[in-house]
């Protein structure tokens, strides 16, 4: 079973659509949870880091449920210059700044 | 400001020769990690230093790999001899010190292909 899991997509969705990513992570004991963000042939970026509270930052949501082991990523009135693989990434403890990377979803906002 | 910068970009070689990938961290960071991407195995950790020091190994898949880091800003992954199977994408990224912060900032990249 892998340690961080996601949905590999493709999702294809009109400009301006809203969409959902779900990831869930094995170990319960993780500490810190991110979206980054990579498009074709780049690096990884941090999209943004995820609290237990729930973050906003403009269209993009992120959600964190603990006790299911699971983070969503929500984006709204998504943009052509949305279209990139989104990583689910999970550091288990902060102690090692080890982080553990999904194999991404990829999505695909068309005109 | 600069991030991590890696070279080559591009390296293509023949199976058993020796592969040097580098890389120079954003300065100030003092945690360097290696990653490995492949569209099989997605990315995964091979190694990571704090203050040039090696802390975790774990993921270097045989002793064909070793990774130095002789001082605070640079690197090298090393591969001797090199096989197909090595052809991945090989990222370098760097984090700054503190607690609370684990953010990652990656550098390109290397595109290795071994033939």
């Known amino acids: 079973r892998k340690e961080v899991e996601q949905d590999p997509g493709p999702f294809n969705v009109p400009e301006g659509a809203t969409v959902a990513f779900n990831c869930t992570y094995s170990?319960?004991?993780?500490?810190?949870f991110f979206w980054y963000r990579q498009d074709c042939r780049k690096e990884p970026k941090l999209l943004m880091s995820v609290y237990s509270s729930g973050n906003e930052d403009g269209r993009f949501t992120a959600q964190l449920n603990r006790a299911s082991q699971y983070i969503s990523l929500l984006i709204r009135d998504s943009k052509l210059s949305d279209s990139a693989t989104y990583l689910c990434v999970v550091n288990e403890d902060t102690g090692r700044r080890a982080l553990t990377f999904g194999s991404g979803t990829r999505l695909q906002v068309q005109p | 400001d600069a991030g991590v910068i890696q070279s080559p970009r591009h390296e293509v070689t023949e199976m058993g020769q020796e592969v040097t990938l580098r890389c120079k961290p954003i300065?100030?960071?003092?945690?360097l990690f290696w990653y490995r991407q492949t569209m099989m195995r997605g990315l995964e950790l091979l190694i990571y230093f704090n203050n040039n020091v090696p802390i975790d190994d774990s993921g270097m898949p045989e002793d064909r790999f070793s990774a130095k880091m002789p001082n605070a800003s640079f690197s090298t992954l090393k591969i001797q001899p090199s096989e197909p199977r090595d052809s991945a994408v090989y990222f370098c990224?760097?984090?700054?010190?503190?607690?609370?912060?684990?953010?990652?900032?990656f550098g390109p990249g290397t595109r290795l292909t071994v033939l």
């Open positions: 300065s100030g960071h003092d945690y």
């Open positions: 990224a760097s984090s700054p010190p503190g607690q609370s912060t684990d953010t990652q900032y």
């Open positions: 170990n319960s004991a993780s500490q810190s």
